[in-house]
Each structure stands twice: as structure tokens, then as C-alpha cells.
């Protein structure tokens, strides 16, 4: 089983990964979603949401954008990270899953947010 998470905002892919309202998580085998649960962010500070998704088995993250901090606490747990995805949640995760959704490396470096994104 693969577990993917999408950092989410009204059910559809968040621009940045820290600041999103939810995760979407697809639990799938086979290429083929079996369930959909949506949870709340349980708040934003470093380091924090990579770990957290970790305790709960995520194998792969899928986000609009992420700050370089995140994707290393990721890359250290072995979660593969999908960054520069839009759309619905749903559909990212399809197009993860047929093979069609490859990362464009959108680190976050200058936003609003700047000294939270490390």
C-alpha cells in the first residue's frame, strides 16, 4: 500500500505546503485510490509537518510549493516530494499514479512567509 498526502486548501492543491487549510490522504494499491480521508493542518513550525506526516505513513507529499527545510526532513525520511502540482486533489493523485506527475523541484525562497519556509 502507498499512502500520498496533498497539502490542500478547499480540496484542491495548495500553493504552499506549511500554510495549507488540510492534507488530503489517499491510502491506494495498485495504482487504484481504496480511501480518502481529509485532515486538518495541525498548524505550521518548522520541521514539525514532515515528521508529523511521517507518524502517520505518508510515503509521498504533493504540493504547489515547499520551503527547502521541509523537503530535507522529507528526503530524510524517504518520502518522495511532488512540488509544483495544481488542481484537484484527487486528480494530482490519479496523475501520481499513472506515472504522468513529476515534480518541477518549486522550492519555496521568496514569499511572505520567508523566515518560516527553512
Known amino acids: 500500500m502507498l499512502k500520498v498526502a496533498v497539502a490542500s486548501e478547499n480540496k484542491n492543491v495548495c500553493d504552499h505546503f506549511g500554510h495549507c487549510e488540510s492534507f488530503e490522504v ?22 514539525f509537518l514532515p515528521n508529523y506526516l511521517h507518524e502517520l505513513g505518508v ?17 530524510e525520511h524517504n518520502i518522495e516530494v511532488i512540488v509544483g502540482a495544481s488542481g ?13 506527475l513529476t515534480s518541477t523541484g518549486s522550492v519555496c525562497h521568496e514569499h511572505a512567509h520567508h523566515d518560516e519556509c527553512e
Open 26 to 47: 489517499f491510502e491506494t494499491e495498485n495504482g487504484k485510490i481504496l480511501k480518502h480521508d481529509s485532515m486538518q493542518n495541525p498548524g505550521h513550525r518548522p520541521g
Open 59 to 75: 510515503n509521498t507529499i504533493i504540493s504547489g510549493g515547499m520551503g527547502g527545510g521541509a523537503v530535507d526532513i522529507f528526503n
Open 88 to 100: 484537484s486533489a484527487d486528480e494530482v493523485v490519479k496523475e501520481y499514479l499513472a506515472g504522468n
